[in-house]
């Protein structure tokens, strides 16, 4: 079954403990993005990754890291979490478009969300 | 940079009537336009989308979407509401050479039985 995997689902922490949120897909997308979801706020963006070794900036990259060594793969690692990264986290992948790359055209496939309560 | 604005964060509207929910875009070059739906504890599934040729776009359980570049809109329709279309439903857009895909606020949909 195509799939986005998020681990784990939920998760209580305390200020400054380090914390990875996995994610992994089946479907061999090339284009993966992490998003958060806040409560009038949508969801923004993170960070997002074109492929392999390419990871970029969203809009709102402040206080998270990724990191894309295999295709599948792409955790979102919080160093020092603090209380205004309590959200909702999205995983999501997509493929790149071939000649159209350096566009989000195809659909994204999304993981079920992971819920953040950093206390 | 590039944006989205849904208009009304909470739409009601009764089973069986139409489904108006609104999505403008900001945008000096042509964009790519989506609708996604978000049903209760479950991660976002695509809709519909907007890339290139028709503008009246069809997309799944009966929704459609009409691309008006003089209008900068990409309003989402469905003539008759249906309880189960309950759920969060958000517009999204992309550019060629921006490889971000930017989310509106979203718009909560309920439906009066």
């Known amino acids: 079954e195509a799939q986005v995997t998020q ?7 305390v ?14 997308h090339e284009y993966m993005s992490w998003y958060r979801q806040d409560p009038g706020l949508g969801l923004r963006q993170i960070y997002y990754s074109m492929n392999v070794e390419v990871t970029d900036k969203g809009d709102v990259p402040e206080g998270y890291k990724v990191s894309r060594k295999e295709k599948r793969n792409f955790p979102l690692i919080l160093e020092s ?7 909702l ?4 992948s997509s493929l790149s478009q071939g000649a159209l790359a350096g566009a989000v055209t195809g659909e994204l496939f999304f993981g079920e969300g992971s ?5 | ?14 089973e069986g009537a139409l489904v108006l ?6 945008s000096s070059v042509p964009p790519y336009l989506f609708w996604y739906v978000q049903y209760p504890n479950q991660g976002l599934q695509l809709l519909l989308k907007y890339t290139t040729g028709a503008t009246l776009v069809k997309g799944i359980n009966g929704f459609e979407a009409e691309f008006k570049k003089s209008e900068t809109s ?18 999204a857009v992309s550019y060629f050479g921006n490889e971000k895909l930017t989310f509106g606020t979203g718009t909560r949909l309920t439906i009066i039985p």
């Open chain 1, 89 to 92: 986290y999205f995983c999501a």
């Open chain 1, 81 to 87: 979490p603090s209380p205004n990264q309590t959200s």
């Open chain 2, 21 to 26: 929910l609104r999505c403008n875009y900001s």
């Open chain 1, 15 to 28: 200020t400054g403990k380090k914390l990875t949120v996995t994610c992994s897909q089946n479907m061999n």
């Open chain 1, 7 to 13: 681990n784990p689902r939920y998760l209580i922490t």
């Open chain 2, 74 to 91: 990409f309003h989402l329709t469905k003539p008759s509401a249906h309880m189960s279309d309950a759920a969060e439903y958000f517009c």
């Open chain 1, 115 to 119: 819920r953040l309560t950093v206390l």
């Open chain 2, 1 to 14: 940079a590039q944006s989205v604005t849904q208009l009304g964060s909470h739409v009601s509207v009764s």
